[in-house]
């Protein structure tokens, strides 16, 4: 036996050396530049002892392996921006012969000489999977929890170790394609009908199947390193192929309006590598993903999407020093449309609810939304039946405070109405244990005003859900003033055991979500009031990458609220405080109209029963002349959509809401789904540099109003070339330290 630090190697009687790769201290295997190393010398070592005639390789943990470690990389980038400075030249060599490492393994395991197979346990991601398709067979366990995927398109970058080549010559191109440009998981069904993995078995018969692939005389040779290989479907020059290339790359426009590099890389590699022997495909591979790994798109989107969020995720916000809290039990007040689910997303975490509502009617109302969602899993297969009477076990519906008495923390989702929410904090902490805690799920009400109903403000928080609550990843936790160190604590322990992602803002209103998507909806309003076709509007939006247009998803959240929102930032802050056109649109929309939106069928668009689909609303043209669509351009609508967001999250950093750039950038792709290519809303800006993006507002301000004018901040950074991440570093702390 020999030791490595990652994996294990045992060479049974038969001659098969099993390799299990288990990282210590790692709740999952990555692919670092200690685990190529070990990888290396496993090769090496196989090969060289003649008792070993073939190599099965799995994983010790439950999941096979999530793939490249992104924080190598991400200091990939940072070599290359260091680099670069210097001599553009050599650094883009430098990256290059980098990003070859992994495919020159994968490559040298390939054609080792000894058959190698992948004994696939679980979920097998990204390098994983592309080092499982160099060995010579792949045996999957058909545990529900195996899944198949190569997603590096979902953080700005592709397949580049080899995958683009192999999967496109095991799979049919359409499939491959389909597969590489979503980053969609398979199960391991669907990878074996894909000609991906050979054979799929129970868990228990995956190392037999394995070694009996190579006792079986599995030859060490991969297809395309056999004479007159054919890919699927005869390759690039076939009629089938005629078919497929031209539409491709107009498909892949639709989908993702050409923000994607990674993704329009996948079809030149799959396209180009086709047609010419493997090993210049793989450079061509490794050609473009050195290309890809230069843009910005990629550096921000591996920022934002994978580092920043797991920082979030691992409570990079959390105050240090307070041990955790192991929530035993959540009350929830209110049953609600919010309050039902988040009751059920907490008894999915394996914490015991209490469920309030005013009568047990209500409360039990709710609970039945925990019933419908349970029903709805175990349909798609998520849950057991098992495990959805476990969840909904959990839940206790009552109309009783009494009730609450031994909870760690009491979440309210009543009525939007500050006297309710009163009367409930008062009611609550009767009966609540000493250092339990208070958070509110209220979308508008500043924290510090309903803190000041409560005799304990610095165990008061705001817990800001987003709907639907069991998909929705972000939770918006927000300090009152006098909310305490502990209490931030327990919230943020809380939102990391429902599995949701927080991002930690200062008090204002609307926080810092909200703020933002009101923007994007009141531009909306703007093009509507100038006359743009409501199609080009939203059209414009989902060209610049937001997943819903601001029409669309002003009528998810109801032009009712809208209306109510404007309503009240007038009672609150003056009539100059809103533009009086918005709400001439909106409350036409409401009082005259009768139209609230999705919830009544009638909004900017029109909701006809299933199965037809919904479609702008026709009358909507008769509102405002119409302007004509060539007189219309699209990339200033979507630079409007882009920037006026933008310019918010700015404000909010500027105002000290948003402290940590990390948050405002995935707070906007998670929240509200802002432009993901560009890694965020402050990406935005980083990406194309504080002086152009200043330049930019002053020429959308000189057009459409003074809500573009670029902020004192955003001045100063770019007179002084400076970027948010720079000057309000989020690792300054630990660079003092360090
Ligand atoms: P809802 O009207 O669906 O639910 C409110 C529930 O509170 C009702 O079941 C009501 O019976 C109950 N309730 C009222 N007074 C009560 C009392 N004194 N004691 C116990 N229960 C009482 O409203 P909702 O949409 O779930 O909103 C609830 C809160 O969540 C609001 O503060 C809202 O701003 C916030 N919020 C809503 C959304 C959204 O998308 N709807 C999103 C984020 C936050």
């Known amino acids: 036996m020999n030791t490595y630090k990652n994996f294990t190697v045992r060479t049974d009687a038969d001659g098969i050396a099993l390799v299990t790769w288990d990282m210590p201290g790692k709740s999952m295997n990555v692919f670092t530049e200690e685990v190529m190393d070990e990888l290396n010398a496993i090769v090496d070592a196989t090969v060289a002892d003649t008792a070993v005639k073939g190599v099965v390789i799995t994983s010790g943990k439950s999941t096979f392996s999530g793939g490249a470690d992104l924080s190598m990389i991400k200091s990939m980038f940072t070599l290359y921006q260091q680099e670069k400075a210097a001599n553009p030249q050599t650094a883009a060599q430098k990256l290059f012969d980098l990003v070859g490492r992994m495919t020159g393994l994968f490559r040298k395991l390939e054609t080792c000489g000894k058959p190698w197979v992948s004994a696939i346990n679980g979920t097998c991601m990204g ?82 199947a394995a070694k009996q692939m190579i006792k079986d005389g599995l030859k060490p040779v991969a297809p395309w390193d056999e004479k007159g290989f054919k890919a699927p479907g005869g390759g690039i020059w076939t009629p089938a192929s005629a078919q497929l ?54 550096f921000s989107m591996i920022r934002s999407l994978f580092i920043s969020m797991q920082e979030l995720g691992k ?80 839940i206790t519906p009552s109309a009783d405070y009494a009730d609450l008495k031994d909870a760690n923390l009491v979440i309210e989702a009543v009525f939007e109405d500050r006297e309710v929410k009163k009367d409930v904090i008062e009611a609550v902490e009767e009966v609540l244990s000493e250092g339990a805690i208070f958070a509110s799920n209220t979308s508008t009400l500043p924290i510090t005003g309903l803190a000041k109903n409560s005799k304990r403000p610095e165990n008061f928080i705001g817990i800001h859900f987003f709907s639907p609550v069991e998909k929705m990843m972000l939770t918006e936790v927000i300090l009152g003033k006098e909310t305490g160190d502990n209490t931030l604590a327990v919230a943020l322990d809380y939102v990391a055991a429902i599995k949701k992602t927080p991002i930690v803002v200062n008090d204002t209103r609307g926080f810092f979500v909200n703020r933002c998507v009101l923007r994007y909806m009141a531009e909306s309003y703007d093009m509507l009031i100038e006359g743009v076709p409501p199609a080009m509007i939203e059209n414009a939006a989902k060209m610049a990458g937001m997943p819903v247009g601001p029409l669309a998803l002003n009528d998810e959240v109801a032009i009712d609220l809208s209306l109510k929102i404007l309503k009240a930032t007038v009672a609150d802050l003056g009539e100059k405080a809103i533009d009086p ?158």
């Open 315 to 394: 409570g990079a916000r959390r105050p240090a020093g307070v041990p955790k809290t192991d929530l035993k039990k959540v009350g929830v007040v209110g049953a609600g449309f919010m309050g039902a689910s988040i009751a059920y997303v907490t008894a999915a975490a394996g914490i015991d609810v209490i469920l309030i509502d005013r009568d047990m009617d209500a409360a039990n109302k709710g609970k039945a939304t925990g019933e419908g969602l349970v029903k709805e899993s175990i349909g798609k297969g998520r849950l057991t039946q098992e495990e959805g009477v476990a969840i909904l076990s959990r």
């Open 245 to 298: 290339w031209p539409a491709a790359p107009a498909i892949l426009r639709r989908e993702t309006a050409g923000n994607y590099p990674g993704a329009l890389a996948i079809l030149k590699c799959v396209y180009e590598g086709l047609q010419v022997p493997f090993d210049t495909a793989l450079k061509i591979e490794q050609r473009y993903f050195t290309q890809v790994l230069q843009t910005t798109e990629a």
């Open 127 to 208: 390098g994983a999977l592309e080092m499982s398709l160099a060995c010579h067979g792949r045996v999957a366990s058909n545990a529900k929890s195996v899944k198949i995927a190569l997603p590096e398109v979902k953080v700005g970058i592709f397949p580049g170790a080899g995958g683009t080549q192999r999967v496109a010559r095991l799979a049919d191109a359409q499939s491959a394609l389909q597969m590489m440009t979503t980053g969609q998981s398979l199960s391991a069904s669907r990878a074996k009908a894909m000609n991906l993995v050979h054979q799929v078995v129970e868990p228990d018969q995956l190392i037999p």
């Open 581 to 738: 056109r918005h709400m001439e649109l909106v409350s036409r929309m409401v009082e005259k109209e009768g139209r609230f939106g999705r919830k009544n069928s009638k909004g900017f668009y029109d909701y006809p029963a299933k199965p037809a689909k919904k479609s702008l609303w026709p009358e909507l043209k008769s509102f405002y002349p119409q302007k004509k669509a060539e007189g219309v351009d699209v990339n200033t609508l979507k630079q409007r959509f882009l920037v006026t967001i933008a310019l918010e999250a700015a404000r909010t950093v500027e105002e000290g809401i948003v402290t940590d750039p990390r948050e405002a950038d995935v707070g906007s792709i998670l929240g509200f789904g802002f432009a993901p290519y560009t890694g965020g809303a402050l990406s935005y800006i980083d990406g194309m540099g504080a002086k152009k993006f200043v330049e930019l507002c002053e020429t959308l301000a000189a057009s459409y109003g003074l809500h573009f004018k670029p902020t004192s901040l955003l001045n100063d950074m770019a007179a002084k070339d400076e970027t948010f991440y720079g000057r309000f570093d989020p690792y300054a702390k630990e660079k003092e330290v360090a």
